[in-house]
C-alpha cells in the first residue's frame, strides 16, 4: 500500500535543519561580503577573486539545499528531475562561458576592438540632445 | 571582362581571394560528391526497388550494419575537421593586420560611408587606396549596426556604433570594386554602397594632393553640387521636388516651413546651419527626426557650400 | 445514443464552435493549430511573393523601400514564430504523439489548450503590429536598431515573447507524456521515430526558448527605459542583444528542423515497408543535434565583432552539427535500399526532403569555415540555406505529414492524382526559388536588398519565376486536400500499411480517448514483414 | 484529526487520461520541474548578461552597489527563506490531512512574501527619491563612473522581474487556500500544496544568487 502513495513523506526534523543551516549559510554569505579580506598583505592571489569565488559558493551550497530538500530533489525515485535540474545549470554554464570567450578575448588579436566610444546615438533622438555628439 | 570572375565567385582582388577560393572550390567539390552520391542512390533505389504489386513487401530488412554506420561517422568527421583548420588558418590571417598597414578610419552612417585618411586630413566617400599596400580599416558607426563587406576582396565586418571594428586587405590588382552595406540598417539599407578605387601608388599620391582641398578651383556652388552627393544628403533629401525621407531642396530657400511640434522657421543660413548641426532640434512638419548630426562632420566651408548650393536651387 | 461517448469518432462527440474552443482533446486541438498554421503560412507566403515580385528589376515596381523593409520583416516573424516552430509541434505532434505512443491524451489537456490560446493571443498581437505602422526590423530585432521605439516593432516584440510562452508549454506537455504516460510495451526503442524528434525538439523549447522571452523583455524595458544594456549609446553591447538572440534562435533552428526529420523518418519507412535502418543511430543523433545545437550559436555572429577566439570555438564545434544530420541522410537513403517503394504523394515529400535537406546540409557546413564565411556571411547563400532547411525540409515536411495523417485527421482520402502534380510542382518551384540563390549568395549578392546590382537580376527574374511555381503548387495540394472533406468518408483504418500505433491499432478517426481500451505494444514501429522468395 | 469543516470536503479524482494516481503525481511533478527548468533558464541568462556587465563596466556595479542597503537585502533573504520553510511545512502538514495547519502555514508564508515586498517598496522608493533611475531618468549624485545607471537599470529589471515571480507565487498560495476549502488533502494528495511549495522554492533560489550579485558583490 505504501508503494502506490505518491511522493517522499516530508520529516519536520529536516525541514527545521534546512531552515536553520539556510540562515547560517546567509550569515556566512554576508560575513564574507564584509570581511575586510582584500586588504591583506598577500598579493600573489586576486583576493577580489577569491571574495566572489567564496560568496558564489555559499549560494551554490544554499542554492543545492533549496533544490535537494525544499524542492524534494534529493527524495525522488527516479533521478529524471535531477537530471533536468543539472542539465540546465550546464547550459547556463555553457551560455556564460561561451560569452566570456567572447569578452575576454576582444581585442587580443586587435587590440582597437577593446575601446568603448562614450557618445550619445541619434536613434533615441526623442531626447533631444543627440546633437552633442562628442568623439 | 574579368577573367577571375567565375560561376560561382566574383573577381578576386586581393591576397585573401586565392585561400578563400581554394576553400569554396574545395568544399564545392567534396559536397557535389556527396550530393550525386545521395541522389544516384535515391534514384537508383527507386527505380529498382519500386513495388511492382499492390501487396508486394520488402525483399529485405536490413536494421544495421555498424560498420557502415562508424564509417560514415568517421569520414564526414575526418573531412570537416580538416575543414575547421583551414577555415581557421585563413580567418586569423584575416583578421591581423600587418604592422606596416596603413590605417584609414571608417565611418557607417544611414546610409552612407565616409573614409577619413587622419595623416592627410582628408574626407571622402569613396575608398581610395593604393594597390599592394596592407589597408587597415578601423570602423566605427554613428547610429545602428552596418556591416562593410567588398566581394572581390572576399572580405567583410560589422561596423559597430560605440566601437571599433577592424578589417585589413591588401588589394592585387588596379580597379574599382563595389563595396556593400550587409548587415540591415533601415528604409535605404540596399542603397548604402561606395566603391574601393584600387589605384597604383603614383595615382595615389596624384589623388592626396588634390583631394587636400577639394574646393579648389570652384564655386560655392559647384563644391555643394558634390558635397549633396559625398556626404550622403542625396539618400533622403531631393533636388527635383520629389519627396523623400527628408523635405526636397528645390524651392525651399527663403521659404517658410511648419515645424514638428509647433512654430515656423524661414530657411535662410541659420537654419540650414542648424539643421545640419542639430537635425532633430527643427524638424519639417511631417518628417521624422532621423537625420543624424553632422557637428564635427562638416566644415564650416562645407557648410557655406552646402547652402550655396541649396539657394541656387530654384 | 447508447454508445459510450468515448467510444465514437472525435469529430462527432459533440458538435458546435463552442465545443472545439472549450475541448481538451489533443486531437482537435491539433487541428485547429493546423488550421491557423495554415492560414499564417499562407499570409507569410504573400508577403515573400509579393516582395519577390517587387525583385524583378532592381529599380522600383510597385513597392517603396520601407514596404520591402516591412514586407520581408514581416514574412520572417510570421514564418519563424508562428509558422516553422509551432507548426510540425503544433499542429502534428500534437495530433499524433499520443495515438503513437498509445496515450490516452497529453499529460496536461488543459496546458495544451493553454498553449493554443497563447498562439492565438501571440498571432493576434501580431496582427495588431500589422496596422501599428511598419514593423522593419528584420525577425531578428538586432539592437540597436530595433530601439527606436517604433510600436509596429513593439508590438511583434510582445507578439513573440507570448509565442515562446506557448512553444514551452507545448515542449513540456510533450516531454511529460513522452516519458510518463507511454502505453505498456512501448519501450524507449519502440518509440517511433517521429516521438524521438518530437522529444528533442521539446527539450530545446523548454530549455531555450525561455532565453528568447528574457532577450525580449531586456529589448523592451530597453525600448522603453533605455537601461543600457543593449544600446551603446548608453554603455551597453549591441553584441550581448546577439549572443541572447542566439543562444535562442540557433537551437529554434533544431527546433525548426528536428521535427522534419522525424517526419522524414516516418514517411521513408512506411512507403519502402522497410525497417528504418539504423533506428538508434537516428534517434540519438536527434538527441545528438539537440545538445550541439545549445553549444554553436555563435556562428552567426563570425562578422559580428565577438572575439576571435569565440569565433574559432563556435566554428570547431558548429562542425560537429554535421555528423548527426550526415547519418541521417546516409540512413535514410539506406532505408530504401530492398524496399518495396511506392511512390504515393506523402512519400513524394519524403524524397523531396532527402534531396533538399542534402543541399541544405551541405550548404550549411561550408558557413562554418571560418574564412569562407566571412565571404559569404549575410549574403543570398545564407537566405537560401536556411530556406533548403526550413523551408525545403521543414515545411516539406509538414506537407508530406499533413498528407500522411490527413485519412487519419478527418477519414478521408485525397486525389492522388493531383496530390503527386502539386507535389512535384513544388519540388520544382522550391528548387528553382532557391537555388539560384546560393549561386547569387556566392557571387556577393547581399541579403535584405530592396535594390541590386544589375548582373543580379537575371538570378532574381529565376527566383521570382520559381516561387510562382512554388505557389501554384502549394495552393493545388491546399485546394486537393479541401475537396476531399466534400467527399465520402472512405479512409480504410490504415491506408499506407504503416506499422505504428495510430495506424495498425487506433480507428480511422480515432475515437475520443484514442483507443477502445489501452493498447499493448509487442512489436517495434517499423517491423515490417518480407517478401517469401 | 483534522479542521471542522473536514466532513464537507471532496476527495480527489484521477483524472480521465492517468492510469492512476501516481502516474498522475509523477507528471506533475515533472511538469512542474520542467517549468521550473525553464524558469532557471531565464534567470540564469539574465543573471549571465548582469556578469557580462559586472565584467564591462566593473566601476558602475561597485559605486551602484554602494548605493544598495545590504541589511534590507538581508533582511529579505530571511523573509524568502523562512517562507520557503513554512511552505515546506505547509506541504507536511498536508501529508498528514491537517488542513488547519496547513492554511496557517501557507498564511504564514503569504504574510512573509508579502513582508518581502513592502521591504522591496521601501528600497526602490529610496532609489526614485535619490534618482537612482535606469538610463536617461538616472540623476544621481556622486557617481564618477559614467555608467552608473547601467546598474540601476539592471538592478530594477532583475528585482522587477523576481518580484513579478514572488506576486504570482502569492497567487498560487492563494490559491492553495481556495482548494484547502474544497478538496482533502492527504498523504494520497497533497500536490496542489507541493506544486506551489516547488515554485516557491524556485523564488528563493533565484534570491539567493541576485542578493550577493546585487548587494554584496560589485
Known amino acids: 500500500m505504501d508503494m502506490e502513495l505518491p511522493g517522499h513523506t516530508y520529516s519536520f526534523k529536516v525541514l527545521g535543519q534546512v ?104 536613434v533615441n533622438a526623442e531626447e533631444g540632445s543627440s546633437g552633442e555628439a562628442s568623439h | 571582362m574579368d577573367t577571375t570572375k567565375s560561376f560561382w565567385l566574383p573577381e578576386k582582388a586581393s591576397t585573401f581571394a586565392d585561400a578563400v577560393d581554394f576553400g569554396f572550390n574545395l568544399y564545392y567539390w567534396i559536397s557535389v560528391f556527396f550530393f550525386v552520391l545521395i541522389v544516384f542512390l535515391m534514384a537508383w533505389f527507386v527505380v529498382r526497388y519500386i513495388r511492382r504489386r499492390p501487396d508486394q513487401l520488402a525483399s529485405a530488412q536490413i536494421t544495421h550494419n555498424t560498420l557502415l554506420e562508424t564509417t560514415w561517422t568517421a569520414i564526414p568527421l575526418l573531412i570537416v575537421m ?85 578589417l585589413w586587405f591588401e588589394a592585387t590588382k588596379t580597379g574599382v570594386f563595389q563595396v556593400f552595406c550587409t548587415q540591415y540598417c533601415g528604409t535605404n539599407h540596399s542603397y548604402m554602397w561606395t566603391a574601393v578605387k584600387v589605384v597604383t601608388a603614383e595615382e595615389y599620391a596624384a589623388w592626396l594632393e588634390a583631394a587636400s582641398d577639394p574646393s579648389k578651383g570652384k564655386t560655392p556652388e559647384e563644391f555643394g553640387e558634390i558635397l549633396y552627393s559625398k556626404k550622403g544628403c542625396v539618400a533622403c533629401h531631393s533636388v527635383d521636388g520629389s519627396v523623400g525621407i527628408g523635405p526636397t531642396w528645390k524651392g525651399i530657400w527663403g521659404t517658410e516651413v511648419p515645424l514638428e511640434g ?53 | ?298 556562428h552567426h555572429m563570425f562578422v559580428a565583432g565577438q572575439s576571435e577566439v569565440a569565433d574559432t570555438i563556435f566554428s570547431f564545434l558548429t562542425f560537429f552539427t ?48 571560418l574564412s569562407v564565411d566571412i565571404h559569404l556571411h549575410d549574403t543570398y547563400f545564407v537566405v537560401s540555406h536556411f530556406h533548403y532547411v526550413a523551408m525545403g525540409t521543414t515545411m516539406i515536411a509538414f506537407i508530406g505529414g499533413v498528407h500522411y495523417w490527413w485519412p487519419k485527421m478527418t477519414g478521408k482520402m485525397f486525389n492522388e492524382f493531383w496530390g503527386r502534380l502539386a507535389s512535384i510542382l513544388v519540388f520544382i518551384g522550391f528548387n528553382t526559388t532557391f537555388f539560384v540563390q ?23 527574374q529565376i527566383s521570382t519565376t520559381g516561387i510562382l511555381i512554388l505557389a501554384t503548387g502549394l495552393f493545388m495540394a491546399l485546394i486537393n486536400l479541401l475537396l476531399s472533406l466534400r467527399g465520402p468518408s472512405n479512409a480504410p483504418q490504415n491506408p499506407w500499411g504503416a506499422r505504428t500505433l495510430e495506424w495498425e491499432v487506433a480507428e480511422t478517426p480515432p475515437v475520443l480517448f484514442n483507443f477502445k481500451e489501452t493498447p499493448v505494444v509487442t512489436h517495434g514501429p517499423y517491423e515490417f514483414a518480407t517478401e517469401k522468395s | 484529526m483534522s479542521t471542522a469543516t473536514a466532513g464537507s470536503l471532496q476527495e480527489h479524482e484521477v483524472a480521465h487520461h492517468f492510469e492512476d494516481l501516481e502516474q498522475e503525481f509523477e507528471s506533475h511533478r515533472f511538469g512542474m520541474w520542467l517549468f521550473m527548468a525553464s524558469e532557471i533558464m531565464m534567470f540564469g541568462a539574465l543573471l549571465t548578461g548582469g556578469l557580462f556587465l559586472l565584467y564591462l563596466h566593473p566601476d558602475a556595479f561597485a559605486q551602484g552597489r554602494a548605493h544598495l542597503d545590504w541589511r534590507l537585502g538581508a533582511l529579505n533573504t530571511f523573509f524568502l527563506l523562512t517562507s520557503g520553510f513554512t511552505m515546506a511545512r505547509a506541504a507536511a502538514f498536508a501529508q498528514k490531512a491537517e488542513q488547519g495547519k496547513v492554511r496557517t502555514n501557507l498564511l504564514l508564508s503569504l504574510a512573509l512574501a508579502a513582508g518581502f515586498l513592502v521591504v ?66 492527504t498523504r494520497a494528495y497533497y500536490t496542489p500544496v507541493e506544486m506551489a511549495g516547488i515554485y516557491w522554492a524556485l523564488v528563493d533560489l533565484v534570491w539567493i544568487f541576485l542578493f550577493p550579485l546585487l548587494y554584496l558583490v560589485g
Request: glycine fraction near 8%; charge should be positive; include cysteine.
Open chain 3, 438 to 460: 546560393l549561386i547569387m549568395g556566392s557571387q556577393g549578392s547581399p541579403r535584405r536588398y530592396y535594390h541590386y546590382l544589375k548582373e543580379f537580376q537575371i538570378y532574381h
Open chain 4, 120 to 185: 522591496k517598496c521601501i528600497e526602490y522608493k529610496a532609489k526614485f527619491h535619490h534618482g537612482l533611475l535606469p538610463g536617461n531618468a538616472f540623476h544621481g549624485a556622486g557617481f564618477t563612473s559614467p555608467h552608473a545607471h547601467i546598474f540601476f537599470g539592471y538592478y530594477f529589471v532583475t528585482t522587477g522581474l523576481h518580484a513579478l515571480h514572488v506576486l504570482v507565487g502569492m497567487g498560487l498560495m492563494i490559491w492553495c487556500l481556495k482548494v484547502s476549502n474544497r478538496v482533502r488533502f
Open chain 3, 1 to 298: 445514443m447508447t454508445a459510450h461517448a468515448e467510444n465514437i469518432n472525435y469529430l462527432k462527440t459533440t458538435r458546435g464552435l463552442k465545443s472545439w474552443l472549450t475541448t481538451v482533446d489533443h486531437k482537435r486541438i491539433g487541428l485547429m493549430y493546423l488550421a491557423s498554421i495554415l492560414v499564417f503560412f499562407i499570409t507569410g507566403g504573400l508577403y515573400a511573393m509579393l516582395f519577390r515580385l517587387e525583385l524583378w528589376s532592381p529599380e522600383k515596381n510597385f513597392l517603396t523601400p520601407d514596404q520591402y523593409n516591412n514586407f520581408f520583416t514581416l514574412h520572417g516573424v510570421i514564418m519563424v514564430f508562428l509558422v516553422v516552430v509551432p507548426g510540425i509541434p503544433g499542429a502534428l505532434g500534437n495530433f499524433v504523439l499520443p495515438l503513437q505512443i498509445g496515450a490516452k491524451d497529453l499529460a496536461f489537456p488543459k496546458l495544451n489548450l493553454t498553449s493554443l490560446y497563447l498562439y492565438w493571443i501571440g498571432a493576434a498581437l501580431a496582427i495588431i503590429s500589422l496596422f501599428a505602422g511598419h514593423a522593419d526590423s528584420g525577425w531578428t530585432f538586432y539592437a540597436p536598431y530595433s530601439l527606436s521605439k517604433n510600436p509596429a516593432v513593439l508590438w511583434m516584440l510582445t507578439a513573440a515573447f507570448i509565442l515562446g510562452f506557448s512553444s514551452i508549454l507545448t515542449g513540456l506537455n510533450f516531454i511529460v507524456t513522452i516519458h510518463k504516460m507511454r502505453a505498456p510495451g512501448m519501450t524507449w526503442f519502440r518509440m517511433p521515430l517521429f516521438i524521438w524528434a518530437l522529444y528533442a525538439t521539446a527539450i530545446m523549447q523548454v530549455f531555450a526558448t525561455p532565453v528568447l522571452g528574457i532577450t525580449l523583455i531586456l529589448l523592451l524595458v530597453e525600448n522603453f527605459f533605455h537601461i543600457g544594456i543593449f544600446d551603446p549609446a548608453l554603455g551597453g553591447d549591441p553584441i550581448l542583444m546577439q549572443h541572447f538572440f542566439w543562444f535562442y534562435s540557433h537551437p529554434a533552428v533544431y527546433i525548426i528542423v528536428v521535427p522534419g526529420f522525424g517526419i522524414a523518418s516516418e514517411l521513408i519507412s512506411a512507403f519502402s515497408k522497410r525497417e528504418i535502418f539504423g533506428y538508434k543511430f537516428i534517434a540519438y543523433s536527434s538527441v545528438a543535434i539537440t545538445i550541439i545545437g545549445f553549444l554553436v550559436w555563435g
Open chain 2, 82 to 166: 580538416g575543414l575547421f583548420v583551414l577555415g581557421m588558418k585563413g580567418y586569423w590571417n584575416m583578421r591581423v593586420a600587418p604592422s606596416n598597414a596603413m590605417q584609414i578610419d571608417v565611418t557607417g552612417r544611414k546610409w552612407a560611408w565616409s573614409f577619413d585618411y587622419p595623416k592627410e586630413g582628408i574626407s571622402n566617400d569613396t575608398l581610395v587606396v593604393p594597390v599592394h599596400q596592407p589597408i587597415r580599416l578601423r570602423m566605427t558607426s554613428v547610429d545602428v549596426i552596418h556591416s562593410f563587406f567588398i566581394p572581390a576582396f572576399r572580405t567583410k565586418a560589422d561596423v559597430i556604433p560605440g566601437r571599433y571594428h577592424s
Open chain 3, 322 to 369: 554535421a555528423i548527426p544530420s550526415a547519418i541521417k541522410v546516409f540512413n535514410w537513403t539506406t532505408t530504401l535500399y530492398k524496399g518495396s517503394i511506392s511512390l504515393q504523394t506523402p512519400m513524394l515529400y519524403g524524397l523531396q526532403i532527402l534531396f533538399n535537406f542534402t543541399i541544405g546540409g551541405l550548404t550549411g557546413i561550408i558557413l562554418a569555415i
Open chain 2, 262 to 314: 509647433g512654430g515656423e522657421a524661414i530657411v535662410n543660413e541659420a537654419y540650414a546651419k542648424q539643421s545640419m548641426m542639430e537635425p532633430a532640434s527643427q524638424v519639417v512638419k511631417g518628417f521624422q527626426p532621423i537625420m543624424p548630426p553632422f557637428q564635427g562632420v562638416l566644415s564650416d566651408k562645407e557648410v557655406d557650400a552646402l547652402t550655396a548650393y541649396i539657394r541656387s536651387l530654384k
Open chain 1, 19 to 122: 531552515y536553520v543551516s539556510l540562515i547560517v549559510l546567509s550569515a556566512l554569505m554576508v560575513g564574507f561580503a564584509m570581511l575586510p579580506m582584500e586588504k591583506l598583505p598577500i598579493d600573489w592571489l586576486d583576493l577580489h577573486l577569491v571574495k566572489r569565488l567564496l560568496i558564489l559558493g555559499v549560494a551554490v551550497a544554499m542554492a543545492g539545499i533549496v533544490a535537494g530538500f525544499l524542492m524534494g530533489l534529493k527524495y525522488e525515485k527516479s533521478k529524471l528531475n535531477a537530471v533536468v535540474f543539472l542539465t540546465n545549470f550546464a547550459f547556463l554554464l555553457i551560455f556564460l562561458l561561451f560569452v566570456l570567450a567572447d569578452i575576454s578575448f576582444r581585442g587580443a588579436m586587435d587590440p582597437s576592438f577593446t575601446k568603448q566610444l562614450n557618445w550619445k546615438s541619434p
